[in-house]
């Protein structure tokens, strides 16, 4: 795991005494092709069968050789704007297949305005269908917003292997296509709840250790960015393989930064000297993994410590193999243990034995007072995240996955 960056040292404290804070920055305006959805030649280089296919997706401007085009194959889930579907990956086919093509339509082969055919090329990935109708009819109505967040993948790139970014966005009159790479094993709950039915119990120490340490990376390369995630949770992080990777920036946003260059304004990362705390953004996320701060909705907030408190909720959980509390509010008996700095000896309680250093790890990241939480360098280097675990199987060759 990479070495803590500054961003992920400072304290509460630290960008509260920073100055007054401030809104959300902006995201920049997200790059948008328009789209081209219909039907298209396919050609199948293991048998060489061609056929029209309906519902092919691609760019409307294509001059190269390497252009891509998308197959929906099957619809994985639906999402608040519309569904997110697992896509067969067409390349341009150069060869007797797009020749005979343009010889049909009375032109040369090679010539660049010839009918294109594409060439299954056996590889895979997801795209999330946003629907324009619905975008339209939710306008206002929710916090979520999928334009946002198609802006705020591509701020974040494709180039960490815990966070999932988006390789092109393309819309046509009807939908917006947010292209992803595809991750094959579900969802993290998922992965935990399987193991805990296979094995008669919790995840074990050593391989919850092993996907919080990449979740913590995860989060380690959010912060370089300025980006706070705002609904993190075992269902917005997808598995492929031994590998996980966090997912739906729709409710996420860009941390306001000082100015170096003149401290009354603000800034993003890049541009700026220390983060500063938000003005209340409203109420928001699921109720297992929601901080006390944004329950409440009353108090400025650090963007980075509510996606900590998440991650400990995810500990918590992947630990236990149940949520900590129903909502983050004194009236939840179970989140007054919390509040109370009773974790450990209600897990005992209830015959749920932790090492010292993972209950120790929990109870700090689930500090009620922002202040006393641990920040990201503090969990990255405690004693339970950096234990090595010699011997510990990879959960690539584990049999739940």
């Known amino acids: 795991m990479e070495t803590p960056g500054n961003f992920a040292r400072c304290s509460f404290g630290e960008v509260e005494a920073e100055g007054p804070p401030a809104r959300p920055l902006d995201f920049p305006p997200p790059v948008v092709r328009r789209a081209f959805r219909g039907n298209a030649l396919v050609i199948y280089p293991s048998n060489g069968v061609r056929d029209i296919i309906p519902n092919v997706i691609h760019r409307e401007d294509l001059q190269n050789s390497d252009a891509i085009a998308y197959l929906p194959q099957r619809r994985l889930q639906d999402a608040i704007f519309g569904s997110v579907w697992v896509c067969l990956v067409l390349r341009r086919h150069i060869g007797v297949a797009a020749d005979d093509a343009a010889t049909a339509a009375g032109m040369e082969p090679g010539n660049p305005a010839a009918p294109i055919v594409w060439e299954v090329?056996?590889?895979?990935?997801?795209?999330?269908?946003?629907?324009?109708?619905?975008?339209?009819?939710?306008?206002?109505?929710?916090?979520?917003?999928?334009?946002?967040?198609?802006?705020?993948?591509?701020?974040?790139?494709?180039?960490?292997?815990?966070?999932?970014?988006?390789?092109?966005?393309?819309?046509?009159?009807?939908?917006?296509?947010?292209?992803?790479?595809?991750?094959?094993?579900?969802?993290?709950?998922?992965?935990?709840?399987?193991?805990?039915?296979?094995?008669?119990?919790?995840?074990?120490?050593?391989?919850?250790?092993?996907w919080f340490k990449q979740i913590l990376s995860a989060l380690h390369y959010l912060q370089s960015k300025g980006i706070c995630h705002r609904d993190l949770s075992l269902e917005n992080i997808l598995v492929d393989g031994d590998n996980c990777l966090v997912i739906d920036f729709g409710m996420c946003l860009r941390v306001p930064y000082t100015d170096r260059r003149d401290p009354s304004l603000v800034t993003n990362v890049t541009e700026g000297v220390m983060r500063r705390l938000m003005n209340p953004q409203g109420t928001c996320g699921k109720h297992n993994y929601m901080s006390p701060e944004i329950f409440q909705n009353t108090d400025n907030f650090d963007g980075f410590a509510i996606d900590l408190w998440a991650a400990g909720v995810i500990l918590y959980i992947m630990l236990t193999n149940f949520p900590p509390y129903d909502q983050a509010s004194p009236t939840d008996q179970r989140f007054e243990i919390i509040m109370n700095g009773e974790l450990v000896s209600q897990l005992e309680e209830w015959d749920i034995r932790l090492s010292p250093e993972a209950g120790d790890l929990l109870q700090n990241m689930l500090r009620v007072d922002p202040r006393e939480r641990l920040t990201l360098a503090e969990i990255m280097e405690h004693p339970w995240v950096t234990n090595s675990d010699v011997g510990t199987p990879s959960p690539i060759d584990a049999p739940y996955l």
């Open 121 to 210: 090329c056996g590889s895979y990935v997801a795209i999330k269908m946003v629907e324009w109708a619905i975008v339209h009819r939710l306008r206002g109505r929710l916090l979520e917003d999928p334009v946002k967040e198609v802006a705020a993948t591509q701020l974040i790139g494709t180039d960490h292997p815990h966070v999932l970014g988006c390789n092109e966005v393309l819309q046509d009159d009807e939908c917006l296509y947010s292209i992803m790479p595809y991750a094959s094993g579900g969802d993290l709950f998922s992965v935990v709840v399987q193991h805990a039915d296979e094995n008669e119990g919790t995840m074990s120490e050593p391989m919850t250790r092993y």
